[in-house]
């Protein structure tokens, strides 16, 4: 067997899943797996950092039948931030997707995303009237890098809906903001 190639092969159309289409003659058994992943295994992110984090719906489906709904999410991502002691750098809410920057450990990020879309699609679809996932696969996550790269994750989030046309000017827009960590109790300790 041959070695697995980093880059597209030669005569390869597009993507099938993570298989290469190819434009020769060769058996639809015989295509070569291309080197790129949708995304980060979790088992490569480390065990605490800032996470740029995205959801979407399935299928890219709207996720949100009304500002209620919209409503409800961000209620959930302030008592998730809070149960899970998140400090939640910036999100914004987008029809068929949403972004978070959450700095977390990996395992309470992983639980606290696990059960805010749990809740989230259990309302959605009673109000909806309808059965099945809402969200795609698991949720994406990417490491924020520095300090810089942090900025950039931020202001890509706050501009989203910007470069959509849905607004002039991120702060227009009502569905986006920031969380801040949840205050540590001082204990005073008695001699």
């Known amino acids: 067997m041959g070695t697995v190639p980093r880059t597209w092969p030669a005569g390869a159309v597009g993507l099938v ?3 290469v289409a190819r434009s020769d003659d060769a058996p ?19 065990a605490a950092g800032v996470y740029h984090v995205t959801c979407r ?13 919209r409503e409800y999410l961000v209620r959930l991502l302030h008592e998730t931030a809070r149960k899970f002691e998140w400090h939640c750098h910036a999100y914004c809410l987008m029809g068929n997707h949403y972004h978070a920057i959450v700095e977390s450990d990996l395992d309470s990020l992983s639980l606290g995303i696990h059960r805010m879309n749990g809740a989230y699609a259990q309302r959605f679809n009673r109000r909806q009237e309808r ?3 809402l969200f795609q696969n698991r949720f994406f996550a990417r490491i924020i890098q520095s300090d810089e790269h942090l900025e ?8 989203n809906p910007v470069r959509a046309g849905l607004c002039d000017e991120a702060y227009e827009w009502p569905w986006g903001g920031a969380i801040a960590p949840p205050r540590r109790r001082h204990t005073q300790r008695t001699a």
């Not at 719906?57 to 709904?69: L, M, P």
């Not at 950039?152 to 501009?159: F, G, L, Q, S």
């Open 28 to 46: 639809p058994n015989h295509s070569r797996y291309v080197g790129a992943v949708a995304r980060q295994p979790r088992n490569v992110l480390p």
């Open 57 to 69: 719906g399935v299928a890219r489906c709207e996720i949100f039948g009304d500002d209620s709904d």
């Open 17 to 19: 899943g993570c298989r």
């Open 152 to 159: 950039t994750a931020i202001a890509y989030v706050w501009n």
């Open 131 to 133: 059965v099945g996932h």
